[in-house]
């Protein structure tokens, strides 16, 4: 995987920000600014720029890395009711183009969550998204309860890819109608915004996109990683200690936005994409494609600063076209298609 770059302006123009350097004169008025905010479910993002779940710790690791307050949002490793260790290592593999991750939702809980990590999350710009996650409908809103109580939380993710072992091992995200339950029980008692990461594995996405989208999803985030291994072959030994583990980064980009796009035909609510995006072209693509705004995962791990990076391109890109951010979501051109509106919001 290849890292960007190390020229890096780590300043980023505010939304509608019209400032320049002194003695521009008349190249003040000429010049386009372009608007590239952005709101999901009432959730208004300087930007659409946020680092997904799981590759950015709880944000305050990066804070000595890259300027925070310059991005969109940060969605929080996935948060459980209880504290959890997580799997045992080894638990990553760099693979061609990707990784293979099979951490095991390691968290400390949603009680020590607001206690130790909310505070410092208050302070900043970008927005605070807490990814949930839990191993029964029971699980999940436990953990809501408790989170609800924490001021500074701007809208939940629900992450429905993990074992039911109620239902005997059944995945939440591969059943039309776990996904309705499950949403529709956090809904109910959510205090914030609920955005529902779709898992990847499934047959078709547009099923359970609207599945979610009926029981009261505010928004989607898709897609969560796919299901992958690797084996030692000296040793004939798996090199994930969970056997299967899952993969993301550049490789999985293309299914992704294809599972983006199909999501956005078919629900009218919000739709976050996310998978493989290193750079501004790939959230472009993204964004193009129908999602009102983009997660940067992988890319974090080697290139913190590519979500900075990506923000300054969509802004340089919006700049070049004279477009507004708003003017470009859900604007693919098919030829011999009826022309889709720019997404309003």
Do not use: W
């Amino acid at each position: 995987m290849k890292s960007p770059s190390p020229n890096l302006k780590r300043n980023p123009k505010e939304p509608g920000d019209t400032e320049h350097s002194a003695g521009t004169g008349s190249r003040q008025s000429a010049e386009f600014v372009p608007r590239i905010h952005t709101e999901i479910a009432g959730v208004h993002f300087q930007n659409p720029v946020l680092t997904a779940s799981g590759t950015f710790g709880y944000g305050q690791e990066f804070a000595q890395l890259i300027d925070l307050n310059c991005l969109g949002g940060i969605v929080v490793k996935g948060i459980s009711a209880e504290p959890m260790p997580g799997n045992p290592p080894p638990r990553i593999y760099e693979t061609e183009s990707g990784m293979l991750n099979a951490i095991g939702l390691q968290n400390v809980g949603a009680h020590e969550f607001l206690k130790q990590k909310l505070p410092f999350l208050r302070t900043l710009k970008a927005r605070c998204i807490v990814n949930v996650f839990g191993y029964s409908t029971a699980d999940y809103i436990r953990c809501l309860d408790i989170l609800n109580a924490g001021d500074g939380i701007d809208a939940y993710e629900l992450n429905i890819s993990c074992p039911n072992t109620r239902c005997g091992g059944m995945i939440y995200g591969s059943d039309p109608k776990l996904t309705e339950e499950v949403v529709a029980a956090s809904k109910h008692t959510a205090r914030f915004p609920l955005y529902v990461k779709l898992s990847p594995n499934v047959t078709d996405i547009a099923v359970f996109a609207r599945a979610a989208e009926s029981a009261g999803a505010d928004a989607l985030s898709l897609v969560n990683t796919f299901v992958g291994m690797a084996i030692d072959v000296e040793n004939r030994t798996p090199r994930i200690s969970n056997v299967t583990a899952g993969l993301s980064g550049p490789a999985i980009k293309p299914v992704a936005l294809r599972m983006v796009y199909q999501a956005a035909q078919a629900v009218k609510i919000p739709i976050i994409g996310l998978g493989g995006i290193a750079t501004a072209e790939d959230a472009l693509e993204y964004l193009i494609a129908g999602a009102r705004a983009i997660q940067v995962g992988t890319a974090n791990f080697y290139a913190p600063e590519t979500a900075l990076r990506v923000v300054e391109g969509i802004q340089d890109y919006c700049a070049r076209k004279r477009l507004h951010l708003a003017d470009l979501i859900g604007t693919l051109r098919i030829p011999g298609a009826e022309p889709r509106k720019p997404t309003e919001y």
